[in-house]
């Protein structure tokens, strides 16, 4: 029994349902399969019998008339069979004998009663005769002399032959009516039988049908109990649990795919904490090159110097500049800032750059009050501020200007919860993925807005220079950079743009974005996409 058991958990769910397809449809096939065979032998031979009555009455009521009405036309005109259908377009008498004896004959085939066998029988007897009686008068129809004798054996011969047959007609009618009724005696009685049967199987296909599905459902259920506790196992956080399903079919395979899935998720969270490690390195690394002797040595010359001249309002300024530098990169550790303390830090490190480079270098800065509280990746601007100043407008005669600004930028999108996709870590004082998605969600922005979108609302901020500008070869290097499909030596240019790309991502997905905008002499135009975040 267990045996028996153990091999039937082990059929895959397909077959187990196909069982108990079989279970429920096969004697339901077999019943209904015996239903049709009997009652299409039984409707056969009903059909047949109300069919040869109803040919049978059309002969008990005109063929004796059609007869006897040929026949007297040919006695009484001196006609024989071919002139009086071709002068009175009359039946010849020849063709109703043939045509009424092969209806016979085909009643006689589909006739069962012995009976109405005989009479067949006897009408086909009958019509044999009748043609002989016919052809007599036929054949002296056209002589003088026989009008007396013809008129005789039309009476006594035509006459009493078609009453014969009509007589026979009306009897063979009488027995295919017994035999109508038999059979339709044994179709009740078949159908009784048939409503028994019904019932019977019905009732076993019901206590089979039960006893399957709580065997399926039991071999089904309890591995997929098992597959729930590990799925909210894993959901928790436990990548260790394996499920241990041994019977079952596809739950097994189901089982193992999970396994898998929960060994991989495991590696992909290692992965994960690992990536997150490399976005720390990256920030480090990103420090280390802003915090580099060169700057800070050339700084704190520039404070010795207007110290020994005695400018300490300018001393003042300097260190102030420095201090804010320092405080808004460090940030306490986080790895997210407000807008004011990211232009805040721009601007100090713009301010520090203007003690050396004043008669090369002007800036300009547009930052809205209304962005103030956004957030954004701290020391994202400084690296392009950077690049513009000693790629654009240290190597530029006459010196230039740095333009920094910020604007808003909406877009339409379907509702697609995969674009938060990234978006915040668990690090504190930065955005989880639901207070990113509610920040980015608002009222309706367009008129006859698609109820099934929403308005993306991103930030766009932009560095602008008037400096010497790229060629197209150095500005597709840079692009490539900008979407890490280049790597930047640390010594060389565009590693600080490969620095912030690769953080932008790390901390928004494939929600923000770097564009780069260049040409020979003219200048370069930075644009930095993120999304519009509240800061918490």
């Known amino acids: 029994m267990n045996k028996k058991h153990t091999l039937f958990n082990d059929l895959p769910i397909g077959q187990k349902l196909m069982l108990l397809s079989v279970v429920i449809i096969a004697p339901f096939v077999i019943v209904l399969t015996l239903f049709i065979f009997q009652i299409n032998r039984l409707t056969s031979s009903y059909d047949s019998v109300v069919r040869n009555i109803t040919s049978a009455n059309e002969y008990n009521i005109i063929f004796k008339e059609e007869v006897d009405s040929v026949m007297y036309q040919m006695v009484a005109r001196s006609l024989d069979k071919e002139e009086v259908e071709e002068e009175l377009s009359m039946t010849n008498p020849d063709r109703l004998i043939l045509r009424a004896e092969e209806s016979f004959r085909s009643m006689q085939k589909d006739t069962d009663s012995r009976e109405a066998q005989n009479r067949i029988n006897s009408i086909l007897n009958l019509l044999s005769t009748l043609r002989k009686r016919a052809d007599e008068i036929n054949d002296t129809v056209k002589i003088s002399g026989h009008y007396d004798e013809n008129m005789m054996r039309l009476d006594t011969d035509i006459r009493i032959i078609t009453e014969l047959i009509q007589e026979r007609i009306s009897e063979y009618i009488y027995y295919e009516s017994e035999s109508m009724e038999k059979t339709r005696r044994e179709i009740d009685e078949q159908r009784k039988v048939l409503i028994d049967i019904s019932i019977l199987t019905v009732f076993l296909i019901a206590a089979a049908t039960i006893f399957l599905s709580v065997l399926i459902s039991s071999s089904i259920t309890k591995p997929i109990d098992e597959l729930c506790h590990v799925t909210d196992e894993v959901a928790h956080g436990n990548f260790e649990i394996r499920s241990d ?29 690992k990536e997150q490690i490399n976005s720390r390195n990256l920030e480090l690394r990103l420090l280390q090159a802003q915090i580099n002797p060169h700057f800070l040595y050339n700084t704190l010359d520039n404070i010795v110097w207007l110290a020994q001249d005695d400018q300490k309002e300018q001393v003042a300024s300097i260190v102030t500049s420095l201090s804010t530098f320092f405080r808004t990169t460090l940030s306490g550790g986080r790895d997210s800032v407000r807008i004011r303390d990211e232009i805040s830090h721009i601007k100090a490190y713009l301010e520090i750059q203007q003690f050396r480079y004043s008669d090369i270098m002007d800036y300009r800065i547009d930052a809205p009050e209304e962005f103030s509280n956004c957030s954004i990746i701290k020391m994202t601007l400084q690296p392009i501020v950077e690049n513009a100043l000693y790629h654009g407008l240290k190597n530029k005669r006459g010196g230039g200007r740095i333009e920094i600004s910020i604007r808003e930028r909406t877009q339409e999108i379907p509702k697609n919860p995969d674009i938060f996709k990234g978006v915040g870590v668990e690090a504190k004082g930065e955005l989880t993925g639901s207070r990113a998605e509610d920040s980015l969600q608002g009222e309706p922005l367009f008129e006859g807005q698609d109820p099934e979108s929403e308005i993306l609302r991103q930030l766009v901020l932009t560095v602008k220079d008037d400096g010497i500008g790229m060629s197209e070869e150095e500005l597709s290097r840079l692009t490539r950079i900008a979407e890490l499909k280049e790597k930047p030596s640390i010594e060389g240019s565009g590693f600080g743009i490969a620095n912030v790309a690769e953080r932008l991502r790390l901390n928004y997905g494939e929600n923000c974005g770097i564009s780069f905008e260049s040409r020979a002499g003219e200048g370069t135009t930075v644009e930095i996409i993120i999304p519009q975040l509240l800061y918490v």
């Open 245 to 273: 399903i041994r019977s079952g079919g596809e739950l097994v395979q189901l089982g193992n795919s999970l396994n898998e899935m929960t060994e991989q998720l495991g590696t992909l969270v290692d992965n994960i904490k």
